[in-house]
């Protein structure tokens, strides 16, 4: 009994320096971004603000454009991520139903295009988005961001489509669906879980990705967030309390997302675990 006891104590002690650990970060940038400016850089360094102020809000939406920013990360975030959820599970259902010549060679090379580092790819695409005059467009972004979304998502949708039964979409069949039917009306509602972890995981990558953006986007109409939060990087200095307040924001949306999603994550990274 004691031992139980003690083993508790030990776990509880352990799981709180773990939330301490990974919460802290987060609570000294929200407390970065309501002090005043000339707290920021003091020393003996501050930890709370003597007088809280939203300075660095206002900002960020009076003179930093924050809410242009904002809408175009939302633009193709949510764009990318609905398209590579989309081609995941058509390309991940053909893979994993279909037997056809070149059916190994392809699901090899998504995952090697996993590990191909992204700098190595840029030049050959930025080349090419020049040449279609689509550069410091949302389009290419979004086109860049769904390649890459639906071949992570594609092996994703493969492991959760090898849990689902062939006899549901056989009787499907047999009723007289064919097979785009199957598809939209049994096979993409029974693999919901699946699918919330894999818009949650574009949508997220999307949403954070900064080389593809900074390289693409370059006027201040088209930026995105993290393209923005890059710019206040300047030779002058940081304007660390704006930056801060910058990424508070950007936190918001992928919190919502993984709140909205959780029960959809944890249950299709689950299944996906039994067979990947």
Known sequence: MKKRRLQDVLRFIGLSIFL???IFPLVWIFLTSIKPATEVYTFPVKYLPSKPTLEAYRY????ARFNVYFKN??????????????????????LTREQFRLRTFLILLLF???MLPTYLIMIPQFTMFS?????????????????????????MARAFLKNLPRTIEEAAMIDGCNRLQVLFKIVIPLLLPGVGS???????????????????????????????????????GIQWNVMAAGIVMALLPTIVVFMLAQKYIVEGLTQGAIKA
């Open 20 to 22: 301490i650990v990974a």
């Open 60 to 63: 960020l939406f009076s003179f």
């Open 73 to 94: 990360s939302f633009i193709v975030a949510t764009t990318s991520a609905v398209l590579s959820t989309l081609f995941s599970i058509v390309a991940g259902y053909i």
């Open 112 to 114: 090697f295009v996993q």
């Open 131 to 155: 040449k279609l005059k689509l550069t410091n467009t949302l389009t290419s972004v979004i086109i860049i961001y769904t390649g890459f979304g639906s071949a992570f998502g594609t092996i």
């Open 198 to 236: 894999i818009f949650s995981f574009c949508f997220v990558n999307s949403w954070n990705e900064v080389f593809t953006a900074v390289l693409f986007l370059h006027t201040d109409r088209k930026m995105t967030v993290p393209v923005a939060l890059y710019s206040f990087v300047s030779k002058a």
